[in-house]
């Protein structure tokens, strides 16, 4: 992973008080970090930092797409996303990130990164199992799904009313005390 240098915020300079951050993220953003499930992006990032006399307050705001392919048919679709976080960034000693909400930079320190803040933001927020608009309102037309409903199984019996004998003698049992 190579460090984002557009994503330091340099807060020394800055007054107290909020302050407005824009970034423009795309694809290059995600391979800089070695994740290649994404096939496009483009996604608008919002960044308010709150900054007082001891804490620094961030406000992270994601909204856009990203291209992924489809897990069930493997067809390429734009996923929204729209993801909030918030970090709130403490002086200390030495740096501590082990905490997700709360990062702890050395005293002296006069910018910070967010890059992986967002980079873990973004990546969350795109659902665990991916399925392609079409298919849950059945505009999607292709040789894949096609294919799975050829393959699905056939139900046996055509009346479903119809009883086993085998399960009646055994329902008799519990009746018959």
């Known amino acids: ?7 330091n915020i340099p807060f020394s300079g800055l007054k107290q008080g909020k302050h407005n951050f824009e970034f423009k993220i795309d694809n290059k953003f995600f391979e800089s970090f ?6 496009a992006a483009d ?18 705001d ?13 067809e390429p679709y734009d ?16 740096y501590n990130d082990d905490d997700d909400e709360i990062l702890i930079i ?4 006069h910018q910070v990164n967010i890059a992986q803040y967002v980079y873990e933001m973004l990546v969350l927020a795109v659902p665990q199992k991916r399925v392609h608009p079409g298919i849950a309102d059945g505009t999607l037309k292709s040789e894949v799904l096609d294919k799975l409903e050829e393959l699905q199984p056939k139900e046996v019996r055509e009346n479903k009313e119809e009883n086993d004998p085998r399960w009646d003698k055994l329902k ?4 018959d005390k």
């Open 34 to 39: 070695g994740y290649d499930e994404f096939n």
């Open 79 to 94: 996923q929204q996303i729209d993801s909030q976080m918030d970090l709130v960034v403490k002086f200390g000693v030495t």
């Open 172 to 175: 008799n049992l519990l009746t």
């Open 106 to 109: 050395p005293h002296g320190s």
């Open 1 to 7: 992973m190579m460090k984002q240098k557009e994503f």
């Open 62 to 74: 994601g909204h856009g797409s990203v291209n992924v392919d489809c897990d069930i048919t493997s």
């Open 43 to 60: 996604i608008q990032l919002q960044v308010l930092l709150n900054k007082t006399s001891t804490i620094l307050e961030f406000t992270f």
